[in-house]
C-alpha cells in the first residue's frame, strides 16, 4: 500500500518527466504480448536482482550490528549503529534510483521512494521476503497496466 500511496503522490510533482513507453527499452522488451505475460514478467524477472543487489547487503549489515549488540562489543554503541545504517542506506537509495533513469526523472523519483520503503520493510522483518513481494507486485503492476 505504500509503494501505491508514494507512487501516486510522486506523480504530482512538478517538473518530473517520464520517458514515452515506445522509448523505454523495459517496455519494449514486453510491448507485443499479452497483459497477463507483462504481469509475470514484472512480477519475477527485475525485483529478485535488485532486491539481493541492493537490498541484502544492507539486511546483513543490519544484523551483524544486531549481534554485535548483543555480544556487547564496541559495534554497539547506538549512534555508531544508526550511523552506519544511514550512510549505507543512502548510498543503496541513490544506487537504486540512479539505476532507473532509463524512464526519466519520474522513474527515479519512483525508485528512490520505493527504495526507502523496502529497505524499511526489509530491516523492520529482518528478511528480504516482505521487499521481494512489494517490489516484484508494483513492477508487474507497472509493466502490465501502467
Not at 503522490?9 to 514515452?20: K, S
Request: hydrophobic share 55%; net charge positive; with cysteine.
Amino acid at each position: 500500500m505504500a509503494l501505491w500511496a508514494g507512487s501516486e503522490l510522486v506523480d504530482h510533482i512538478p517538473g518530473l518527466a517520464g520517458v514515452p513507453d515506445a522509448k523505454d527499452p523495459r517496455s519494449i522488451a514486453v510491448a507485443d504480448t499479452s497483459t497477463l505475460v507483462r504481469f509475470c514478467y514484472g512480477l519475477i524477472a527485475p525485483a529478485p536482482l535488485e532486491e539481493l543487489f541492493y537490498r541484502a547487503p544492507l539486511l546483513v549489515l543490519g544484523l551483524s550490528l544486531l549481534a554485535a549488540q548483543h555480544r556487547g562489543n564496541w559495534m554497539a554503541r547506538r549512534w555508531l549503529r544508526w550511523l552506519l545504517m544511514g550512510a549505507a542506506t543512502t548510498i543503496s537509495t541513490v544506487q537504486f534510483a540512479a539505476g532507473h533513469h532509463l524512464g526519466g526523472s519520474a522513474n527515479v523519483a519512483h525508485a528512490a521512494l520505493a527504495s526507502v520503503i523496502l529497505t524499511a520493510a526489509a530491516l523492520r522483518q529482518r528478511s528480504l521476503v516482505p521487499a521481494l513481494l512489494g517490489h516484484g507486485l508494483y513492477d508487474a503492476y507497472a509493466f502490465a497496466w501502467a
